[in-house]
């Protein structure tokens, strides 16, 4: 029937899945018996391999995992240590062995472990989180200590303390000709998670950090080029998530300077000829329906005519291209709406708190405090407008079908939307999605049932 969800095709899983495995698996080891030990001892507690491509969100979930699960981060790319610093730098040591007295060599503390103990001692915490980035790319000379790391949670003679979670990351070798391959008795004592790119995830991230209107509607065109890797004879051609992310912030900026972006400017980050040249000239036609359909207008219930019948006969390109303006405008409305709607309420617990201290408020702070909710409660009304207003206009210009199917979808992945109409509601948005549910569940019924007759057809014959 399929794989499981978000578990990702053939054993991968996408960016989203690997993280919350990666805080299933931090729970698991910091679960403690009743005497204080660990449920699962320290020797058993296999280190985190996190193996997938370039730019696919491997370093950043880290952050983000340290921090939901209130844990201390250390953080290291490997790449950019010596021998000396992973593993201490030697001195002599003078033994006494048998009645005689020898020389030996001895190391002092890696430069890592001192950092893990650093933070202990920062953040009053014995727990934590050890990321070493890019853990398969390592000098000759590292090597032997980075597959030590891994089999034995130690740098040099010191060990990783106990509490302290280890999570190494690296690259298939297909990604990168530095890569070492492990061997199996390594392999045999990690826990192998392995990430691939996956757009509908990757979307979810980029309404949430703004990423440019541009981008994520010209990927939902083209998502055969979010994320692709391909060795030619004039070498490597790629274009990775993190490429669309960091040419997305450049957009923003050379659309605020009034710089022009063209092929050269988007090749810079999107390597690869052909995407970045697809691309560019979608950023043209981008840049044309914005100024021909005129959103904000939209928004407002105010459009020409002429624009539905022209979205009529337009090819589904453009339409999800307009639909992908009015979805990326809503989301800069709703996230301003959320932004002041959290001012209010961070003001309203201070407002509470002075109140309980000293009794009695002062009047004008008072009227300030009401100025700022009469404020939200307009801003909230206004973008209450601006979704109908949008409905309206799919409504005429698409009718029921599957254009404003993508529109509701659209707002459900977008962080903002969702949150939004969580709060205030949409009854058009909730007609549409329930529709859509219905369609995806019969769709499902109707997939199993051919599999099913598929299956008896195969035992008859």
Same mark, same amino acid.
């Given at each position: 029937?399929?794989?499981?969800?978000?578990?990702?095709?053939?054993?991968?899983?996408?960016?989203?899945?690997?993280?919350?495995?990666?805080?299933?698996?931090?729970?698991?080891?910091?679960?403690?018996?009743?005497?204080?030990?660990?449920?699962?001892?320290?020797?058993?507690?296999?280190?985190?391999?996190?193996?997938?491509?370039?730019?696919?969100?491997?370093?950043?979930?880290?952050?983000?995992?340290?921090?939901?699960?209130?844990?201390?981060?250390?953080?290291?790319?490997?790449?950019?240590?010596?021998?000396?610093?992973?593993?201490?730098?030697?001195?002599?040591?003078?033994?006494?062995?048998?009645?005689?007295?020898?020389?030996?060599?001895?190391?002092?503390?890696?430069?890592?472990?001192?950092?893990?103990?650093?933070?202990?001692?920062?953040?009053?915490?014995?727990?934590?989180?050890?990321?070493?980035?890019?853990?398969?790319?390592?000098?000759?000379?590292?090597?032997?200590?980075?597959?030590?790391?891994?089999?034995?949670?130690?740098?040099?003679?010191?060990?990783?303390?106990?509490?302290?979670?280890?999570?190494?990351?690296?690259?298939?070798?297909?990604?990168?000709?530095?890569?070492?391959?492990?061997?199996?008795?390594?392999?045999?004592?990690?826990?192998?998670?392995?990430?691939?790119?996956?757009?509908?995830?990757?979307?979810?991230?980029?309404?949430?950090?703004?990423?440019?209107?541009?981008?994520?509607?010209?990927?939902?065109?083209?998502?055969?080029?979010?994320?692709?890797?391909?060795?030619?004879?004039?070498?490597?051609?790629?274009?990775?998530?993190?490429?669309?992310?960091?040419?997305?912030?450049?957009?923003?900026?050379?659309?605020?300077?009034?710089?022009?972006?063209?092929?050269?400017?988007?090749?810079?980050?999107?390597?690869?000829?052909?995407?970045? /040249?697809?691309? &560019?000239?979608?950023?043209?036609? @981008? !840049?044309?329906?914005?100024?021909?359909?005129? #959103?904000? *207008?939209? +928004?407002?219930?105010?459009? /020409?005519?002429? &624009?539905?019948?022209?979205?009529? @006969? !337009?090819?589904?390109?453009?339409?999800?291209? #307009?639909? *992908?303006? +009015?979805?990326?405008?809503?989301?800069?409305?709703?996230?301003?709406?959320?932004?002041?709607?959290?001012?209010?309420?961070?003001?309203?617990?201070?407002?509470?708190?002075?109140?309980?201290?000293?009794?009695?408020?002062?009047?004008?702070?008072?009227?300030?405090?009401?100025?700022?909710?009469?404020?939200?409660?307009?801003?909230?009304?206004?973008?209450?407008?601006?979704?109908?207003?949008?409905?309206?206009?799919?409504?005429?210009?698409?009718?029921?079908?599957?254009?404003?199917?993508?529109?509701?979808?659209?707002?459900?992945?977008?962080?903002?939307?969702?949150?939004?109409?969580?709060?205030?509601?949409?009854?058009?948005?909730?007609?549409?999605?329930?529709?859509?549910?219905?369609?995806?569940?019969?769709?499902?019924?109707?997939?199993?049932?051919?599999?099913?007759?598929?299956?008896?057809?195969?035992?008859?014959?």
């Amino acid at each position: 029937m399929g794989d499981p969800a978000g578990s990702g095709r053939g054993g991968l899983m996408n960016i989203k899945r690997a993280k919350q495995e990666i805080k299933n698996t931090i729970r698991a080891y910091q679960l403690k018996n009743a005497d204080g030990t660990y449920r699962i001892p320290s020797i058993r507690q296999r280190p985190v391999l996190l193996m997938g491509p370039p730019g696919v969100g491997k370093t950043q979930i880290m952050e983000q995992i340290a921090e939901e699960c209130d844990l201390p981060l250390v953080s290291y790319t490997i790449t950019h240590h010596t021998r000396q610093s992973a593993i201490g730098l030697p001195f002599i040591q003078q033994k006494e062995y048998g009645g005689k007295t020898y020389s030996v060599t001895e190391y002092t503390m890696s430069e890592i472990i001192a950092s893990v103990y650093d933070r202990m001692e920062e953040t009053g915490k014995q727990e934590g989180i050890l990321f070493i980035d890019e853990i398969n790319c390592v000098s000759e000379t590292l090597a032997p200590t980075m597959l030590q790391f891994l089999q034995c949670k130690t740098f040099g003679n010191q060990k990783v303390p106990a509490g302290w979670v280890i999570v190494a990351a690296g690259n298939p070798p297909e990604y990168n000709k530095s890569v070492r391959e492990f061997d199996i008795v390594t392999l045999d004592r990690v826990k192998k998670i392995s990430v691939e790119a996956d757009f509908p995830v990757w979307k979810e991230f980029a309404y949430e950090q703004k990423i440019h209107g541009a981008i994520i509607s010209y990927l939902e065109i083209r998502q055969e080029n979010f994320c692709r890797i391909e060795t030619t004879v004039d070498g490597k051609r790629f274009v990775t998530p993190r490429g669309w992310q960091d040419l997305s912030e450049m957009l923003y900026v050379y659309e605020e300077l009034g710089i022009a972006i063209d092929q050269e400017v988007v090749g810079q980050y999107l390597q690869n000829a052909r995407v970045a /040249k697809d691309f &560019a000239a979608y950023l043209d036609l @981008y !840049a044309k329906y914005r100024t021909d359909y005129q #959103v904000d *207008g939209i +928004l407002k219930g105010i459009w /020409k005519p002429s &624009a539905i019948e022209k979205l009529r @006969y !337009a090819q589904f390109d453009e339409r999800l291209s #307009v639909i *992908g303006l +009015l979805v990326s405008r809503l989301g800069e409305i709703f996230s301003e709406v959320q932004t002041l709607d959290e001012q209010v309420t961070a003001r309203y617990e201070e407002l509470k708190r002075k109140k309980a201290e000293e009794g009695e408020l002062d009047e004008q702070i008072r009227a300030a405090f009401q100025t700022s909710v009469e404020e939200r409660e307009q801003r909230i009304s206004e973008a209450a407008e601006n979704l109908e207003c949008a409905f309206d206009f799919c409504e005429t210009a698409f009718g029921e079908g599957q254009e404003l199917v993508v529109f509701v979808t659209e707002l459900t992945v977008n962080r903002y939307s969702a949150w939004f109409i969580g709060e205030n509601g949409c009854d058009r948005y909730y007609k549409y999605n329930k529709g859509l549910l219905f369609r995806e569940r019969q769709k499902g019924i109707l997939e199993e049932m051919d599999e099913v007759r598929d299956l008896m057809e195969g035992r008859k014959e």
